[in-house]
């Protein structure tokens, strides 16, 4: 089996400094990378090289065997992220956020009051993003990045503002996304996450 994602001597130089360097490994699908380590150490950053927002100033990185882009479509459709700037539209409902989700990305959608429920919003359907509370619309991006298809999910930080149930709900949909053969990475200090991960990278 091809891994999903695979790295070679990864590094990356901010500055006069080394944000980290030498980074090695291959996960396959199905698997969960938990990124660990203080703040600054490079989680996020890491991630970015995951998703081809960041070049690596050294070293290479394959995702689904192909150098990642977030700006080829055919590489959106196989991976999809919830990054430090990931945001909503204030504008919109949880309903018509996964309406437009499904549109963009060509998939039957199929009931999105169960999918808004599953996600603890059911009762916030109808209202507008811009009046949902942290908590709430952290759990909408959640829902949006793991509404769709895809083969591999990247996730920084994904319990930020999450309550415990929250948290909860967070830790079924990482294990949902392994069980249905995705490779997960994320950056987390969510001792759950952590204790359920394939392996753990510490970045500090």
């Known amino acids: 089996m091809n891994p999903a994602i695979s790295a070679h001597g990864l590094g990356v130089h901010l500055g006069e400094e080394w944000l980290f360097r030498g980074v090695d490994g291959s996960l396959a699908p199905g698997e969960c990378l938990a ?12 991630l970015h090289c995951l ?3 960041q070049t690596p100033t050294e070293g290479t990185v394959l995702v689904q065997g192909h150098a990642p882009d977030e700006r080829d479509r055919s590489f959106r459709r196989r991976v999809s992220a919830l990054l ?3 945001d909503i539209f204030a504008e919109l409902t949880p309903v018509q956020h996964l309406e437009l989700l499904a549109g963009s990305f060509g998939f039957e959608l199929g009931d999105p009051g169960e999918l808004i429920a599953d996600a603890g919003l059911a009762e916030r359907a109808g209202v507008t993003a811009g009046q949902l ?4 619309r952290r759990r909408l991006l959640l829902l949006g990045a793991t509404a769709r298809p895809f083969e591999v999910l990247l996730l920084d930080e994904p319990e930020r503002a999450l309550d415990a149930d929250g948290k909860g709900w967070l830790s079924t ?12 990475v994320l950056a987390t200090h969510y ?3 952590l204790d359920s991960a394939d392996h753990v990278l510490d970045m500090s």
């Not at 509370?133 to 709430?136: C, F, L, P, V």
């Open 35 to 46: 990124l660990v380590g203080d703040n600054g150490t490079g989680k996020s950053t890491l």
């Open 51 to 53: 998703y081809g927002m």
């Open 173 to 184: 949909v990482v294990a949902r996304a392994t069980e249905a053969g995705a490779a997960v």
């Open 84 to 86: 430090d700037d990931s």
């Open 133 to 136: 509370s942290a908590g709430q």
């Open 191 to 193: 001792p759950p996450l």
